[in-house]
């Protein structure tokens, strides 16, 4: 089985150095040296500042800032008993069941059927540098950002935002996210709540406690125990 398993690992390896060639070869990139100048950009950039002050986008998530969140917040496990290391095909489809589920939920109690993905990106000389571009080719370059404390020659994280139209449109990604090969958040046009999925399960930041708390309500076996 061990044999097995680094046969696996290696084939994987090699898929994923011949599809960074590609993106390379086609110049596609997940680096900017500025973010559009645009009214959508200004008007996302004063909503997450309106909405959100007590943190910016982060490609290590805020899961650092919940416990002294003042708003609505839970989090939500993909799996209880999953073990570490990679999904089986069965803890995929449920971890995806409950990212639909959830999301579905926000945008029902939340009245708005906009959603907007904010993909984190990272330069040429990422392994996962351009990820979010193949899958979300329509997206525009929003942020680009340090978390501060970081070195000035540490890399920067490049944000691009897309609009979706349908949720079935955010699996692929989302399957990306819970394997660890890129970071998003997901939000609607009034970032009125902030989804961050991760390998584990998904933050979910609310505006109204209200919403916060039916959906804990509703998915009391997703919480975690502690």
């Known amino acids: 089985m061990m044999r097995l398993k680094n046969v696996r ?3 994987r390896a090699r898929w994923w150095r011949l599809r960074v ?17 645009s009214a959508r950009a200004a008007e996302l950039t004063s909503k997450w500042m309106k909405r959100w002050p007590e943190f910016a986008p982060s490609p290590r998530g805020q899961t650092h800032l919940h ?8 989090r939500f496990h993909s799996l209880a008993d999953h073990s570490q290391g990679r999904f089986t095909e069965a803890e995929m489809a449920e971890a995806m069941t409950r990212h639909e589920v959830a999301l579905a939920d926000l945008i029902e109690l939340a009245g708005d059927p906009v959603v907007l993905v904010i993909a984190a990106d990272w330069g040429k000389d990422d392994f996962f540098g351009a990820w979010s571009r193949t899958i979300f080719p329509g997206s525009w370059p929003w942020l680009r950002w340090r978390d501060p404390g970081d070195e000035e020659d540490d ?8 609009p979706i139209n349908s949720l079935a449109s955010l699996i692929g990604p989302l399957e990306r996210v819970v394997e660890e090969q890129g970071h ?10 902030i989804y961050f999925p991760y390998d584990g399960g ?3 930041y609310s505006a109204s406690i209200e919403i916060a708390t039916t959906l804990r309500e509703r998915h009391s076996d997703w919480l975690p125990p502690d």
């Not at 390379?24 to 040296?33: K, Q, S, T, V």
């Not at 958040?185 to 709540?193: E, P, Q, R, S």
Request: hydrophobic share 45%.
């Open 67 to 74: 416990a002294g969140y003042s708003r609505g917040y839970v």
């Open 184 to 193: 998003v958040y997901i939000t609607d046009a009034g970032m009125n709540w």
């Open 9 to 11: 690992d290696f084939i």
């Open 21 to 37: 060639a590609v993106r390379r070869l086609r110049g596609i990139r997940g680096d900017f040296e500025q973010g559009e100048i």
């Open 202 to 204: 998904a933050d979910v």
């Open 155 to 162: 890399p920067f994280t490049y944000f691009w935002v897309t």
